[in-house]
C-alpha cells in the first residue's frame, strides 16, 4: 500500500501570499489530520476532517483553513502568510477518526 | 487534562545503553498509547503501541511499559545504535478519536 503522500514537498512563498498544501492519504483511510512543527517544537495540532467533515480544530488562527474531498484526499489553505508560518507541515491519516496515524514527509514552507 | 507529559526534553546515551523515554497523562479516558519516532526532515513514523490490558509490549529492541494506576508509560530502547538517534514522541488517544495527543518530544542521540 502506498503511504501519505504529500505536495508540494518544498515551497517558498512571501509575506502576504497565500498557499494551499495537499495531502493524499492511504487507501481507504477517512481521517486526515494537519500539524504544525517548528524547529525545536512539538506537533501543533491544526484540524481533523472524517469523512468530509471538520472534526476537531487546533488553536491557530482563521488564516488556516481545511478541507477534505470524497475521495479522502485533503488541502489545507494558509491565506496572508507571515513570517512565523514557516514550518513543516505534516499530514496524517488513519482508517478510524482517532485511529493509529501515518504520516506523510510534510511539506516544508519557508515564508521570506 | 488533555496534555501529555514527556521527559526528558533530550538524552544522551552510550551506543549499546538503554534509552528510557517517560510519558504521564491525566485523562482517564485516553486507551491508546503509541510511539512516534521521527528523524530530522521526515514525518514522524509509527514505532510501537500498546493499549491498558497489557502492562508491557516488546517488538525487537523496543518496549513500552505501561503503569494504569501511575498514568505513565514510558520506552525502553534496548542496545541503542547511533541509528536511533531521532526524536520520539509519545502520544494518547481515547476510544471515541476525539482526542489524540502528542508530548512535545525527546531527542535522543546516541553516541558511538
Known amino acids: 500500500k502506498a503511504g501519505v503522500t504529500q505536495t508540494p514537498r518544498y515551497l517558498i512563498k512571501t509575506r502576504g501570499q497565500q498557499v494551499t498544501l495537499s495531502c493524499s492519504p492511504i487507501?481507504?483511510?477517512?481521517?486526515v489530520s494537519w500539524y504544525q512543527q517548528t524547529p525545536g517544537q512539538g506537533l501543533q495540532f491544526l484540524f481533523e476532517y472524517f469523512s468530509e467533515t471538520q472534526r476537531n480544530k487546533g488553536n491557530f488562527p482563521g488564516r488556516f483553513s481545511g478541507r477534505q474531498f470524497s475521495n479522502s484526499r485533503s488541502e489545507m489553505n494558509v491565506s496572508t502568510l507571515e513570517l512565523g508560518d514557516s514550518a513543516l507541515y505534516l499530514c496524517?491519516?488513519?482508517?478510524?477518526?482517532?485511529?493509529?496515524?501515518?504520516f506523510g514527509p510534510g511539506t516544508r514552507l519557508t515564508v521570506l | 487534562q488533555q496534555q501529555v507529559k514527556q521527559s526528558p526534553q533530550s538524552l544522551i546515551v552510550q551506543k549499546g545503553g538503554i534509552s528510557i523515554i517517560n510519558c504521564a497523562y491525566e485523562n482517564t479516558a485516553f486507551d491508546y498509547f503509541p510511539w512516534y519516532q521521527q528523524f530530522p526532515g521526515k514525518g514522524p513514523a509509527l514505532l510501537i503501541a500498546?493499549?491498558?490490558?497489557?502492562s508491557e509490549k516488546k517488538e525487537g529492541r523496543f518496549t513500552i511499559s505501561f503503569n494504569k494506576s501511575a498514568k505513565q508509560f514510558s520506552l525502553h530502547i534496548m542496545d541503542s545504535q547511533p541509528g536511533d538517534s531521532a526524536t520520539y514522541f509519545c502520544?494518547?488517544?481515547?476510544?471515541?478519536?476525539?482526542?489524540?495527543?502528542f508530548g512535545p518530544g525527546t531527542r535522543l542521540s546516541v553516541l558511538p
Open positions: 502520544a494518547a488517544s481515547d476510544n471515541y478519536g476525539q482526542n489524540f495527543v
Open positions: 487507501s481507504g483511510h477517512r481521517s
Open positions: 496524517a491519516s488513519s482508517f478510524l477518526a482517532g485511529g493509529s496515524k501515518f
Open positions: 500498546i493499549r491498558p490490558d497489557v
